[in-house]
């Protein structure tokens, strides 16, 4: 499936809500994580955050224009909110039904994070989601002025849920080996150990030059 993922804000004068923490700050980081976690499922993913922008209106259109031009299955806003609430919300074109399904799966993972669940709402006046010619969802993942909601973010956690939301998959949590389960133990062999990191570069490039699968751990 080929996505459009649009970072929220993150281009003057286009800035996001600052709380306690600063929107853009947010996702950035949440939306880096989603755009990795895709492609890592195998997915083909436009980032479609400009690097220049000379107004709100003029950051809003060059995002939708690449998503156009790309042809991308779906769209996907990913804001935090402001304003003195609480909890996730997902919006979507009413009567777009891929846009009310995706809506609906993301928000029912946010909400397995503890987020109140403020429901799926209509996006008609949400330029992204009313001029991208995919089918398009904006999600408003929590509120950056929230105590509570602050408390909880954790980007790692929330990119995973917007993944699963999108593709149905979680991706790999990186949970610790357990040395103690005797079934899945892994036995390293190692060939050096350096202060250096141009000298453990340069025995990882040797030993894939003989043809072993060397990584720095
Ligand atoms: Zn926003």
Redesign the pocket.
């Known amino acids: 499936m080929k996505f459009a993922i649009d970072i929220?804000?993150n281009c003057s004068p286009d800035i996001?809500?600052k709380g306690i923490k600063f929107?853009d700050a947010l996702?950035k980081e949440v939306g880096s994580k989603v755009i990795e976690k895709l492609k890592k499922l195998g997915h083909e993913v436009i980032n479609v955050l400009p690097v220049r922008c000379n107004s709100v209106s003029d950051s809003l259109n060059r995002r939708v224009q690449v998503s156009n031009l790309n042809n991308v299955n779906l769209y996907v806003s990913i804001?935090?909110?402001a304003g003195g609430g609480q909890g996730s919300e997902v919006y979507f074109y009413p009567g777009s039904t891929t846009g009310e399904r995706y809506s609906k799966s993301v928000l029912s993972e946010l909400v397995k994070l503890g987020y109140k669940n403020r429901g799926v709402k209509n996006g008609s006046s949400l330029y992204v989601v009313r001029n991208a010619k995919a089918p398009a969802i904006l999600i408003?993942v929590s509120f950056v002025d929230s105590k509570d909601d602050m408390s909880k973010y954790n980007a790692e956690k929330i990119a995973n849920a917007i993944v699963k939301g999108l593709t149905g998959k979680a991706p790999e949590e990186s949970v610790p080996v357990k040395d103690n389960d005797k079934e899945n133990k892994i036995y390293k062999v190692q060939v050096g150990a350096f202060t250096d990191k141009n000298n453990a570069e340069a025995m990882v490039q040797k030993l894939k030059e003989k043809g072993f699968n060397a990584v720095i751990d």
């Open positions: 929220g804000h996001g809500a929107e996702t804001h935090f909110n408003e």
